[in-house]
């Protein structure tokens, strides 16, 4: 066989294993033998191992897995992928429509009810057709490429069947047979199983060797458009359709309902449903189908108002109370935590409840050794709901929490207005524990493989006192720990040396400081520029910002009062840890001196000489602020390439609207 005819012969059977392929994955139809499929796939393999250069990203012999990888990229999504807020009754749900009702006013409206799969939230992203990129959802800004991964899905095409450049979202999940089968081989290896679908599902497309993934048998199912505006439809319903003659795959129990009670009416049906799916769902997602309402109701800062997710109600199981033990917090609080005979609750192994503060054990009348009912709070957190009293047989016992502290003796203390019990000693050994555990955690210095566990260890072996002595570990000290050999201490060490030049707000979230969240870090690093500003100032020059109030002023200012707050950061300045932001500088304009000075920005359609998120960010430090939707409040549209609605609803409103040069003219002024 010689090339060309080679070629011909690729092409035809890219074809025809890609039809079997959707028929059987996606239609659930097949029209061969898996004996046929398999034969053809050998063929193919056998003619690219002969001719190399005929093998292509989109070829079906590509879906077992590729070379094992050294680590996860970091994606920044286009459009963020934002969760939803819950809805948990009736009344909720009349409450989401009230709200949907008043923001659209008397327009008329409907909802599509999907089905909430249990699984893993990703983007596929296609250039002309070419499936190029997948990526999970991450913190909904910053998701990990798990492209080599997704390949393995075999319902997700490589190439649609349309040369359409889109990017898509859905839920990647475990078939419950796939499940039992995963766990019934891990069994037998003596290997931990996997507590439900969702966990399984989650810990296959995060292994770095795609081979894992492949023999999974994950699937997914898509449920929207990133941007749907190029693409000519007007409603989520329309969106599905035409995902689905592309060649995806999507949930057909999906509904379009003409009011909220024909969604209550899905809701209830679907809820007896449930145990009959060949896969996990924890809910209903409810979504404004028209595409321009959704426009119009835009989002919060969190989540969408066009959307809601009813969860089911949580599952609640009967066991016993054998104990209540007790932790301190990185701010001092203590804790009781009820130890319990561990029973099964909605897919996982329950051994441990919080109970929160004393207040609630008195309300609850709980005491050692009742029997109790427990669920899931969101189908996540472990709670006691209630004490089953008539099952009591004398020989409980009632709780007293302790006047000092459980770790290190120092007398506890409830503070004015405060319910919690808390221990102020600095030097508690728990409070410098769970603040490393802190400071080292994805949100603050986000040092990789510097868990709870290891941060314990290090303590406990006294290589460390404080954060700063992070930066003083070294290898041939790390290598003597437990479970520590030498790839995993120059993997450590070069997570630690990397962190040191992370922005200021991370720093200052990661120190811990009362009251300052990551948000709040963030306003006072852009505010304030460097650490020694920041350190000498004043409670009058921080409540004069508008998003800081006067506890959390008097909580700054009393941190960096402190003499041991002094000495710390002199050892984080001396080990080299930035002490500067980096990120993007808000400038301080006034109106006039910036063409975005006091402007609502919206942004859409395609940009091709920066991303989406840098526009973005230079708008904002030129005083504009970003919005997600056109309304009559937007003074600008930056409209690049395939702008779809919300330029078409800009027009409408005769808000100003400006092409990508216009838009790089001004940045560069």
Not at 24 to 47: A, F, H, M, T
Not at 92 to 98: K, M, N, Q, S, V
Not at 382 to 408: I, Q, Y
Request: with cysteine; hydrophobic share 35%; glycine share 8%.
């Amino acid at each position: 066989m010689d090339i060309n005819a080679a070629a011909e012969r690729v092409k035809e059977l890219h074809e025809t294993l890609n039809k079997y392929s959707y028929e059987y994955y996606v239609l659930d139809q097949p029209s061969v033998p898996d004996s046929e499929y398999d034969r053809l796939l050998k063929e193919l393999n056998n003619i690219e191992e002969q001719f190399p250069e005929l093998q292509t990203p989109d070829s079906p012999t590509q879906r077992v897995g590729g070379s094992v990888l050294d680590a996860f990229q970091k994606v920044q999504h286009d459009t963020p992928m934002l969760s939803l807020g819950n809805a948990f009754n009736e009344a909720d749900l009349h409450d989401f429509d009230r709200r949907v009702e008043q923001l659209v006013g008397h327009s008329s409206y409907s909802y599509v009810c999907e089905l909430k799969i249990d699984g893993l939230a990703v983007s596929l992203k296609y250039e002309s057709g070419l499936f190029v990129q997948g990526a999970t959802r991450g913190d909904g800004t910053t998701g990990e490429d798990i492209t080599a991964n997704l390949k393995t899905i075999r319902s997700i095409p490589l190439r649609l069947q349309k040369p359409l450049t889109m990017e898509v979202r859905g839920e990647a999940f475990m078939p419950k047979q796939s499940f039992i089968a995963l766990n019934a081989i891990r069994d037998e290896k003596g290997e931990e199983p996997f507590a439900n679908p969702r966990n399984a599902a989650a810990g296959s497309l995060r292994q770095l060797d795609p081979r894992i993934a492949a023999s999974r048998n994950l699937d997914i199912f898509l449920y929207g458009i990133a941007n749907p505006g190029p693409l000519g439809i007007s409603t989520h319903s329309e969106g599905l359709d035409l995902l689905d003659s592309l060649g995806f795959k999507t949930n057909k129990e999906r509904r379009v309902c003409a009011t909220i009670d024909e969604v209550i009416l899905y809701v209830k049906e679907q809820s007896e449903k449930r145990k009959q799916l060949s896969y996990e769902i924890d809910g209903i997602v409810i979504k404004v189908n028209s595409l321009d309402q959704q426009d119009e109701l835009g989002f919060t800062a969190k989540s969408p108002r066009w959307a809601t997710a009813y969860k089911f109600p949580a599952e609640e199981v009967v066991t016993k109370l054998t104990d209540i033990t007790l932790s301190v917090g990185r701010t001092g609080v203590v804790t009781p935590t009820a130890v319990l005979q561990p029973v099964r609750v909605a897919g996982t192994t329950v051994g441990r409840a919080s109970l929160h503060n004393e207040d609630l054990i008195r309300e609850k009348d709980i005491r050692i050794g009742d029997m109790v009912v427990v669920k899931k709070a969101g189908d996540i957190i472990p709670e006691v709901v209630s004490v089953l009293a008539d099952r009591r047989t004398g020989e409980e016992k009632e709780f007293h929490m302790p006047d000092r502290c459980p770790e290190c003796d120092s007398e506890l203390v409830r503070l004015e207005g405060e319910v919690a019990l808390r221990c102020i000693n600095p030097q508690c050994p728990a409070q410098i524990r769970e603040g490393m555990t802190h400071f080292v955690s994805r949100n603050a210095m986000n040092i990789e493989g510097l868990g709870e566990k290891v941060v314990a260890q290090l303590y406990r072996e006294k290589l460390i006192t404080d954060v700063a002595d992070l930066y003083t570990l070294q290898k041939e000290t790390l290598i003597r720990l437990e479970r520590m050999g030498e790839k995993s201490a120059d993997n450590l060490l070069a997570a630690i040396e990397e962190s040191k030049q992370n922005s200021l707000e991370r720093l200052l979230f990661g120190l811990g400081i009362r009251h300052v969240g990551a948000k709040a870090a963030k306003t006072l690093a852009m505010e304030f520029g460097t650490m020694d500003r920041l350190k000498n100032v004043t409670t009058e020059e921080l409540t004069a910002i508008h998003e800081i109030g006067g506890k959390m002023a008097d909580a700054v200012v009393l941190y960096f009062n402190q003499p041991e707050v002094e000495q710390l950061i002199g050892k984080l300045k001396a080990a080299g840890v930035n002490m500067a932001y980096t990120g993007p500088v808000q400038a301080a304009v006034a109106e006039g001196e910036s063409a975005f000075a006091g402007k609502t920005v919206v942004l859409t359609g395609k940009l091709s000489q920066l991303t989406r998120n840098d526009a973005k960010e230079q708008i904002e430090a030129l005083g504009g602020t970003v919005t997600g939707s056109v309304s009559k409040k937007t003074d600008l549209v930056i409209a690049g390439e395939e702008a779809g609605s919300k330029l078409e609803k800009a027009e409408k409103l005769g808000v100003e609207v400006w092409d990508e040069q216009r838009l790089m003219d001004e940045l560069k002024k």
